[in-house]
């Protein structure tokens, strides 16, 4: 059974995004899957084009709410979304590549608008086995 996956949690005005894995770096990618699935069925989304993203920063959380604002921002401004995320972080550098495609309204029926991600309840956390990063986006 594996231990990478992404799911979300309740929040009262916006949406808890948490991603899981046995890296650390399957973590950040799982919970910007998740943060795609706030807008869309993940699986409408078709692999079509790469999107390089890069962010530094020595706190792991601190990195995470980067990389999902980086990942935000380029949904935005290209207006695109994502369904896969490859994901390396060493010494404080995240670099990832965002694979997605341009957002057809119609295919996609994009449900909610990701504002960005928050500080509330943004923690990045090591468990016996696998690793765990969560925050709250507003929408």
């Not at 005005?13 to 069925?41: K, N, P």
């Not at 590549?97 to 341009?102: L, Q, R, S, V």
Request: overall charge negative; glycine content about 6%.
């Amino acid at each position: 059974m594996s231990n990478v996956h992404w799911e979300h949690f309740e929040h009262e005005a916006d949406i808890g995004i948490r991603g899981t894995g046995g890296t650390l770096a399957e973590a950040f990618e799982q919970t910007a899957l998740a943060l795609s699935a706030v807008v869309t069925d993940i699986g409408l989304i078709q692999a079509q084009t790469s999107v390089n993203i890069t962010c530094r920063d020595q706190s792991h959380d601190t990195l995470l709410y980067d990389w999902l604002n980086a990942v935000i921002y380029e949904m935005a401004t290209r207006k695109m979304l994502f369904s896969r995320f490859n994901v390396t972080i060493e010494n404080g550098q995240l670099t990832a590549t965002a694979i997605g495609e341009t957002i057809d309204v119609a295919r996609h029926q994009p449900a909610a608008e990701i504002k960005g991600a928050t500080f509330t309840e943004l923690a990045v956390q090591q468990g016996h086995d696998q690793w765990f990063a969560q925050c709250v986006v507003d929408v």
